[in-house]
Structure formats: C-alpha cells, structure tokens
C-alpha cells in the first residue's frame, strides 16, 4: 500500500493561525506578565552587558568563528564582483 501525501496544512496551532489574531494573544500575556510584576524590561546598560557575555561565549569556539569569516570574506568577494560589472 502507498501512503497518501498529505495535501492540507495542519489545523490549529499558532503557526497557522491569523497574525493579528496572534498578536492579541501575544500582548494580552505581555499585559497579564507586567500586572503580575513578571515582566523585566532590560536597561540599556543591562542589554549591553549581556550581549558583550553572550560574545564572550560564541567567540571561545575558534572553530565557529574562523567560518565566520571565511563567510564573511567570501560575501564581500561577490560585493566586489558585481561592483566591477
């Protein structure tokens, strides 16, 4: 027996649902989160600090970021390229 290819996106959940229908529930938790003294609202100074820890800890694997900038250098080589045409 063959199976049958699935044709129909899936019913229900918040991938298919309708994006302003999506926002409303997002906000409605946002709002509920504030009145319950849940939510935290980053300082710039707070937001500084964690991203400067966060690129602490990405640039520790020297693996990851020499492919980094071999991207890098390869995507500023087409930029070149096609400057010149």
């Keep these: 027996m063959k199976?049958?290819?699935r044709t129909k996106r899936r019913a229900g959940g918040?991938?298919?649902m309708d994006p302003?229908?999506?926002?409303a529930i997002a906000r409605e938790g946002g709002l509920a989160a504030h009145a319950?003294?849940?939510a935290h609202?980053?300082?710039?100074?707070?937001?500084?600090q964690?991203?400067?820890?966060?690129?602490r800890s990405v640039s520790r694997d020297r693996?990851?970021?020499?492919e980094i900038g071999r991207r890098g250098g390869r995507a500023r080589k087409g930029?070149?390229?096609a400057r010149r045409k």
């Design 14 to 16: 918040f991938a298919a």
């Design 50 to 55: 964690a991203g400067k820890k966060g690129g």
């Design 36 to 38: 319950e003294g849940k």
């Design 79 to 81: 930029k070149r390229k």
């Design 3 to 5: 199976k049958k290819k």
């Design 20 to 23: 302003t229908r999506l926002r």
């Design 63 to 66: 693996d990851y970021m020499a």
């Design 41 to 48: 609202q980053f300082t710039s100074e707070e937001a500084r």
